[in-house]
């Protein structure tokens, strides 16, 4: 993986030095909250209902033992003794004092980990396939393009002070595991037929209150340009943007008013009459970036010991069928890690386990792990035959559930218990709805389902695109939510249709039973939730849900 | 007469504004440079330019740069207006003004200047600034100076990251 050089490391050496300053400034009061909060915003330190939260950017989910050693460390030194991966592959630590701040950010800078853009209305961490290298779909590693896009999009002295904030995604797979269509610019990396890659640039998707399914604003664009294309986008972007509504102020908006050909007329006109040289990823440069992702030195192997460990124990078999992903390497397996175990908050992680986690990944998965957008992890590099030990560790620390993609591996924001926007609890509705579906032999009857759940209309839980959406409301000072199904994040991208009525907080997980109960019911062989739906339509699921509550 | 930070050689000091900004309804003063809106440029730019008179522009956040193109030859200074320290809108105007257009007069950051984005705005091409927030040259020095290195190419003439690891072969 990319490792920083010294010019790396100067920067975010710089940026702590800066932030130190300006920290001493609010605390010896030079000056007001107010003027202090976009400062601290641009270093990822937010002021939450308790206490301060600082979030640390994953860039494109990528980790290694040393960066998880390191977040350890912050979690039990500053923090509670856990830390919380989001769906922007990120990870928050809620309960951060502010004098700290300054140190712990020193601490994640010598480990290569920082805060950068990891809020205010700027370019943000860049999502790619939590898979990049290992899976064999792939044409190219998108991460090399994620990293020139770190490098470019960071402290960029143009667009720092954006209408709104700013999301990339970055997939170079059929299946699209990033949900680039619901992205501020999604990116699908393609092979021409001459051999050149070239990419489907998609603008203006995205969820929140106004969710919009981006349409590609253009088929083809040479990779080697990818940066100037950016810088075209954002520029429009930047200028045109509407400033006057926070809640109107994401690309979304403006590319669906302006319609996204004349959008993309726009940019082209912008892109012809830049200078693409200047700005562009040189070939040297990018050749740089690749040698840092080279592929591992595979071994090879039988893959016969863990063929034998699996008939002997049935939940090892349990967990290679629902966890593992094919690896392009045979002999390989990508190995999915759930932080849903039933009963958990969705994406905490305990400060014991990131160092077992560190551990594992060194030993068996060539000192790699990544964050997923659902909130779990991935060791993407494990030899078949160490899976019975990497299982059994796993299971020492309590993240072997078996339930990648299945019901109880919901994602969920972190609510009305931590949120200062939230109307309403989201991890406590999670904790309910995994619990019933805890056994874990009805999960694996009932299949891929997922639940995504957000505490506000701002959609962080992602509700739009859930197989089952569950959205937070208040209703004169209750919690109610509202339900919404056939939602999807992949490469089908779609936006759940609603259910009906809002639900009390006791109704959902009763809801999502009598859902799961018509599924059943109704499916056909091979189809999943959201395939039934598609076939059936909502009525039936109405019927069972709006039968029972009244 | 009003004070504005300038860099001159990479360094911050204070300089005399020869300039007088005019509201749309003030008289032109007699003599001396002046700084006008964009509409009334477009009536009396070319009369005062004309009679050998220093003129700037000044752009709000909200106006196109594109509508100066041809008059930027002759112009004294443009101004962009940040009508609030988070309306980025002149970062791009001060990028088009030097990139596209090659324009090599005063770009003067004007409204709510803070020391925070000075590193921002001289790397998008402003020249002069109007601080809002009492912020001296020695700020300003500092905030331009606070990183040894930088990702990407702008208005500067500060060599991106990459070009760097090119020349030292790293």
């Known amino acids: ?550 | 007469m009003q004070k504005l930070i300038r860099f001159a050689d990479g360094r911050a000091a204070w300089s005399d504004d020869a300039f007088v900004t005019l509201d749309d309804e003030a008289p032109v003063p007699a003599a001396g440079g002046v700084i006008l809106s964009l509409s009334r440029f477009q009536t009396e730019g070319e009369g005062l330019l004309a009679a050998g008179r220093p003129v700037g522009v000044r752009i709000k956040s909200n106006e196109e740069v594109e509508g100066l193109a041809y008059d930027l030859p002759r112009l004294a200074l443009v101004a962009l207006e940040f009508p609030k320290f988070r309306d980025g809108r002149a970062f791009s105007s001060a990028m088009l003004l030097r990139e596209r257009y090659g324009y090599v007069g005063e770009v003067r950051a004007v409204g709510e200047v803070l020391r925070e984005q000075a590193n921002f705005m001289l790397r998008c091409g402003f020249n002069a600034f109007e601080p809002s927030d009492g912020a001296t040259p020695g700020d300003f020095d500092k905030a331009a100076h606070l990183f040894r290195h930088v990702y990407q190419a702008a208005a500067d003439d500060r060599a991106p990251a990459f070009t760097e690891r090119a020349k030292t072969g790293a």
Request: proline residues 5%; hydrophobic residues 40%; aromatic residues 8%.
């Open chain 1, 1 to 550: 993986m990319y490792r920083y050089d010294a010019i790396d490391a100067e920067i975010i050496a710089d940026r702590v030095s800066e932030f130190r300053g300006q920290v001493a400034r609010r605390l010896s009061g030079d000056i007001t909250e107010d003027q202090f909060k976009p400062l601290r915003l641009m270093n990822g330190l937010y002021l939450q209902l308790h206490a301060y939260m600082l979030r640390v950017a994953i860039p494109y989910g990528t980790l290694d033992g040393g960066k998880m050693r390191r977040l350890a460390e912050v979690a039990r030194k500053y923090d509670k003794g856990y830390g919380h991966f989001t769906t922007r592959t990120n990870i928050q630590f809620h309960w951060i004092r502010l004098k700290d701040a300054p140190d712990i950010l020193e601490s994640l800078a010598d480990a290569g980990l920082h805060a950068i853009q990891t809020s205010g209305n700027c370019i943000r961490n860049t999502t790619a396939d939590q898979y990049a290298g290992a899976t064999a779909e792939e044409i190219d590693d998108p991460r090399v393009w994620c990293e020139a896009i770190r490098q470019w999009s960071t402290f960029h002295p143009e667009f720092s002070y954006l209408p709104r904030k700013f999301k990339i995604a970055v997939t170079a797979a059929p299946h699209d595991r990033t949900a680039a269509r619901l992205h501020d610019i999604g990116l699908i990396l393609r092979k021409e037929r001459d051999g050149g890659l070239s990419f489907e640039v998609i603008a203006g998707g995205g969820m929140g209150r106004t969710p919009y399914v981006g349409p590609t604003i253009r088929e083809r664009l040479p990779a080697e340009h990818l940066l100037s294309y950016l810088t075209a986008i954002l520029r429009v972007y930047n200028r045109y943007g509407r400033r006057d509504n926070i809640y109107k102020a994401r690309i979304k908006i403006l590319v669906a008013s302006l319609g996204a050909e004349e959008f993309a007329r726009q940019v082209e006109a912008e892109w012809e009459a830049m200078d693409k040289t200047k700005v562009d990823v040189p070939t040297s440069e990018l050749a740089r970036i690749r040698s840092e992702f080279a592929e591992p030195a595979f071994k090879d192997v039988t893959g016969e010991a863990f063929e034998a460990a699996k008939k002997a124990d049935p939940a090892l078999a349990r967990f290679a069928r629902n966890n593992l992903a094919p690896h392009k390497r045979p002999g390989y397996a990508i190995v999915n890690i759930s932080l849903k175990a039933p009963g958990e908050v969705p994406g905490d992680c305990s400060a014991d386990q990131m160092d077992a986690l560190a551990t594992l990944a060194e030993r068996y998965s060539f000192d790699e792990i990544r964050v997923t957008h659902e909130q779990n992890l991935v060791l993407p590099h494990v030899a078949l035959d160490d899976l019975p030990a990497v299982y059994a560790e796993l299971k020492r620390i309590g993240l072997a559930t078996p339930n990648i993609a299945l019901a109880s591996d919901i994602i969920a924001c972190p609510g009305l218990d931590y949120c200062a926007l939230a109307n309403a609890r989201a991890i406590p509705i999670a904790q309910r709805i995994a619990e019933r579906i805890a056994d874990p032999e009805k999960a694996e009857a009932v299949g891929e389902l997922k639940i995504k759940i957000s505490g506000c209309i701002n959609a962080c839980g992602h509700h739009h695109v859930g197989h089952i959406g569950i959205l937070g409301v208040d209703k004169k000072g209750e919690e109610f939510y509202q339900l919404t199904l056939g939602g999807s994040a992949a490469e089908d991208a779609r936006l759940g249709d609603a259910l009906g009525p809002a639900l009390s907080a006791p109704q959902v997980p009763e809801a999502v039973d009598l859902l799961i109960d018509t599924y059943l019911r109704e499916r056909a062989p091979g189809e999943r939730f959201v395939d039934t739906y598609a076939r059936i339509g909502v009525a039936p699921f109405k019927a069972a849900v709006y039968a029972e509550a009244h």
